[in-house]
């Protein structure tokens, strides 16, 4: 009788100087699908087998006179801190981690496809092969063009994709513009790119920024690294 695996972990920290309110996607679904990290806490989750999805953070929350939590970055709309099965609405910054996929490897990165809204960072604990640690650590949003700002009460929150912003097949990389060769990187991506040159900047950034690692590693997850 084969002895039970150990159990995966997702180690989550946050960095950051505030609090941040991470949210959890995936299936099958982590035990927690959205919870409080104020500046300097962690927190972690046992990851179920072949678990597939994302973690982002949320930031800028608050629970208004009726009872009901929302964010101004990051928020799923579920109305509480838990997210119950719904993503976050764009701009927001995701660490997506597929355990146990092709050839029993784990694959995870940092994404800015849906654009970004805080600095995170993920790195694998044990396993084996080449197993990077891809980052976003640079806070986007100071560098931000303009035309893709996120505003909320007159601050920035988040830097949107070309993408999201204006919504053309040639910034979303479909229809006529679907494959790598006809969706090469724009101006806009590459502000993220040069920003963060480790995370996914559009659709076809899969060449710097998918990575791949062996064995049963956890994953240490943090905001603001």
Known sequence: MR??????????KNNCPFTVWPATLGTPPLPQSGFELQA???????APPHFSGRIWGRSFCSTDSSGRFSCLSGDCGS?????KGAGGVPPATLVELTL???????????????GFNIPVAVAPQGGSGQCGAPSCPVDV????????QAVQGGQVVGCKSACLAFNTDRDCCRGQFGTPDTCPPTD????????????????YDDRTSTFTCSGPASYLVTFCP
């Not at 039970?4 to 997702?10: L, M, N, T």
């Open 79 to 83: 109305g509480e801190v838990a997210c």
């Open 40 to 46: 300097g806490a962690a927190t972690s989750l046992e």
């Open 188 to 203: 806009y991506s590459k502000v993220f790119k040069d920003a963060c040159p480790q995370a996914y900047s559009y659709a």
């Open 3 to 12: 002895a039970a695996a150990e159990p995966r972990v997702f180690n989550v």
């Open 100 to 114: 146990d996929g092709d050839g029993g490897k784990d694959f995870y990165d940092v994404s800015n496809v849906d």
């Open 141 to 148: 949003n100071s560098r931000c063009p303009q035309q893709l």
